[in-house]
């Protein structure tokens, strides 16, 4: 695996194939694997900064896919989760949830809390595509925001 992994970076940071890298980076950080896909776009960004709305759109994609991933692990995690249904804790996340329903998932942008939620809104059998719609404005939100001030507060070229 380790030999694949080290053939696979240097093709990826290929400046052909960056709106790639940026994708599989932010797919891959959306799930519930601790990765920031941040310092990815900021880098395309920062090398080619007119593919600064494709970065984020790419990175808006592949991070609200990778949240479509964590929703179906929730889904199908149901019977798993039922072991915690009685704590206090539990109860309460889950009402504030099913109160709010998809428009939790504004939230998935989130660092720590926003994948598991995902998940959660699976777990819980919130309609799928308002979720992914909910994810999608909240993660895009959180790029243009970012990447936006990063641009801004380090100027110069690297």
Not at 59 to 74: K, P
Not at 110 to 129: E, I, R, T
């Amino acid at each position: 695996m380790e030999a694949w992994l080290d053939q696979l970076l240097p093709f990826l940071a290929l400046p052909q194939y960056g709106l790639s890298t940026v994708f599989v980076v932010s797919f891959i950080s959306a799930t519930l694997l601790p990765l920031g896909s941040e310092p990815a776009v900021f880098g395309l960004v920062k090398l080619n900064p007119d593919l600064f709305w494709a970065a984020v759109l790419v990175a808006t994609v592949g991070n609200t896919l990778g949240g479509a991933v964590d929703w179906w692990m929730g889904y199908g995690a149901h019977k798993v989760a039922d072991k915690y249904q009685h704590s206090s804790h539990h109860t309460r996340v889950l009402g504030w949830l099913e109160r709010l329903g998809p428009k939790a998932c504004l939230l998935a942008w989130l660092p720590v809390v926003g994948d598991p939620l995902c998940a959660v809104a699976g777990w819980l059998k919130l309609p799928f595509w308002p979720c992914l719609a909910y994810m999608a404005i909240g993660k895009f939100l959180r790029y243009v925001t970012l990447t936006g001030s990063l641009v801004w507060a380090f100027p110069g070229g690297l």
